[in-house]
């Protein structure tokens, strides 16, 4: 496992300048070079939480404090993972024509488009924690460990990349069966509802979506004023390795395959 | 010490209609167990060794596998069989101008392009001024690649490729590119790259171009090998070959 990292760190030195170079790339074609390409990216969000707060406030946060930042939590975190994924899955065929003809690691692909996402991803959170502190939510020495779950969907964001990008390749549907995935995902990730209307061993199966996993624990932190236990740290951790697990191995395995069908 | 070697190199994958007919059709037919995979072989126990500053020239009519075994070398692809070893660094020049992008500048992509082919930074910092030169883009450093012409595409694609000095060169029909003045430099630079030692692999469908300059030939026949050797005489016997189709 170690070894396998410090071998991963390697790669990254030895092809650093093209990744700065690829990450370069991206930024540019996803923000057009106008400065009114960045505030689209943080505009188009925003307009999704006005819109879900003024029809659910209703519905949901009658009676609940801080409705607009637990509907924020929820995008934020489903945002971030429907960008990076999406990039991730395109990025091998998108730059069909490079690899076909020249050879390099698969992977750079991937996480340069990776970087783009959690740039607008970070400046999302910015705007989120603004709205907190407008919202009356207090500060505290305990917002720091906001980093544990995000660094975790970093590495599941990857991990969920990998998987997608290889079966993209292989099969073209993937696209359209995966749009209609993000959507079911997006209604059981309890983004405008609360899981504490259901009834409790219904409630527990919402840990078997590591999106909850990770919306529950900025959540706790940020709304409800505590850390939350062990066994959220570890799911945190278990669905970020699994994924990324099972999308290097796939890498591994099929890396020269995917070739034969771009 | 061969700069190139290959042992017995058949490369083989799995065809189907799965990447048109998609993701829920394959898992229907599994279900159904009517899911058939073809096995396709696109080069089949290709052995040959080249030694250094030979010239091999690669014949075949079109489907011959002659792009994949490219490939192989190039390292892009491994072989599903086979033994092989290439030693030294390798310029390939496979399908100029393809995979740029069209929304960075040609300065942009000149970099990209770079990095991609495995120069560093100072070095790119260093060369940037002379492969512009060549390519001879100066007017157009900063105008979006797309803006470009075919022809000043691979004018720069070739240019960022053939300034370094390689040990190897892989060329797939690319001795004709832009117009007639720049042909005439790009082929000057690569008889440069050759005579200065560079063991070169040369896909053509010119077979007079083989005759001139290749040392070796190669002669791929639906994925077999069909003859490697002396030039005249193989280039002789694909003219029949041709002649009686």
Same mark, same amino acid.
């Given at each position: 496992?170690?070894?396998a ?16 170079? #690829? ?23 925003m307009?999704?939480?006005l819109v ?13 404090p801080?409705?607009?930042? @637990?509907?924020?939590?929820? %995008? ?13 899955? +395109?990025?091998?065929?998108? %730059? ?6 020249? +050879? ?6 991937? #996480?340069?488009? +990776?970087?783009?996402?959690l740039?607008n ?35 599941? %964001? ?31 990730s ?18 078997l979506?590591?999106? @909850?996993?990770?919306i529950?624990?900025?959540? +706790? ?18 669905y970020?390795?699994?994924a ?17 069908y771009? | 010490?061969p ?38 072989? /696109? ?11 030979e010239?091999?020239?690669i014949?075949?009519?079109?489907? /011959?596998?002659?792009s ?66 060549f ?29 370094v ?27 440069e ?7 070169t ?25 069909? &003859?490697?050797?002396?030039? &005249? ?13």
């Amino acid at each position: 496992m170690i070894e396998a990292f410090k071998q991963f760190g390697l790669m990254l030195k030895k092809h650093q300048f093209l990744f700065e170079e #690829l990450v370069k790339r991206d930024f540019k074609k996803k923000y057009k070079r106008t400065i009114l390409g960045m505030l689209w990216s943080l505009l188009s969000p925003m307009l999704q939480l006005l819109v879900m707060s003024v029809v659910f406030s209703n519905f949901f946060g009658r009676d609940r404090p801080h409705y607009t930042i @637990y509907l924020f939590a929820g %995008n934020l975190t489903y945002a971030f993972f429907k960008d990076s994924t999406y990039g991730g899955m +395109n990025s091998l065929m998108a %730059n069909a024509g490079i690899i076909t003809k020249i +050879n390099l690691p698969k992977y750079m692909f991937l #996480l340069s488009k +990776n970087v783009a996402s959690l740039i607008n991803f970070g400046l999302t959170l910015v705007i989120f924690l603004l709205f907190a502190a407008i919202d009356g939510v207090t500060f505290h020495v305990r917002f720091l460990m906001l980093l544990y779950p995000i660094l975790w969907m970093i590495v599941f %964001n990857i991990g969920f990349g990998f998987i997608l990008s290889a079966l993209f390749v292989l099969f073209k549907d993937v696209q359209y069966l995966y749009d209609i995935f993000t959507l079911m995902l997006m209604y059981l990730s309890a983004i405008f509802y609360y899981t504490a209307d259901y009834p409790e061993h219904i409630q527990k199966l919402f840990y078997l979506n590591p999106l @909850y996993v990770y919306i529950t624990y900025i959540r +706790n932190i940020v709304i409800d004023g505590f850390i939350p236990g062990w066994g959220t740290h570890i799911l945190c951790a278990v669905y970020a390795l699994g994924a990324l697990g099972l999308g290097a191995w796939i890498y591994k395995k099929y890396n020269y395959k995917f070739l034969y069908y771009m | 010490m061969p700069k190139i070697e290959l042992h017995d190199i058949s490369v083989s994958y799995i065809v189907g209609d799965f990447s048109t007919v998609g993701l829920k059709d394959v898992i229907i037919q599994r279900i159904q167990g009517k899911y058939k995979p073809k096995e396709f072989v /696109a080069v089949r126990h290709v052995d040959f060794s080249l030694e250094e500053g030979e010239l091999l020239g690669i014949i075949g009519t079109n489907g /011959a596998g002659k792009s994949t075994l490219l490939k192989v070398i190039s390292g892009i692809m491994r072989p599903t069989e086979g033994t092989m070893a290439v030693r030294g660094n390798i310029a390939s020049l496979l399908e100029l101008g393809t995979g740029f992008d069209g929304d960075l500048t040609v300065r942009e992509n000149t970099f990209l392009r770079g990095a991609m082919l495995g120069y560093t930074r100072e070095f790119m910092n260093r060369t940037y001024q002379s492969i512009i030169e060549f390519a001879e883009l100066q007017e157009f450093e900063d105008r979006l690649f797309s803006h470009l012409s075919s022809g000043m595409k691979s004018r720069l694609a070739f240019s960022i490729a053939c300034l370094v000095k390689p040990d190897i060169l892989i060329l797939d029909e690319v001795l004709s590119v832009g117009d007639g003045a720049f042909r005439q430099k790009s082929e000057d630079k690569m008889l440069e790259i050759i005579k200065g030692g560079a063991t070169t692999l040369l896909v053509s469908h010119s077979l007079d171009q083989i005759r001139r300059m290749a040392t070796k030939v190669l002669w791929l026949e639906k994925g077999e090998q069909m &003859a490697f050797g002396e030039t &005249a005489e193989i280039c002789d016997r694909y003219q029949a070959f041709l002649n009686g189709k």
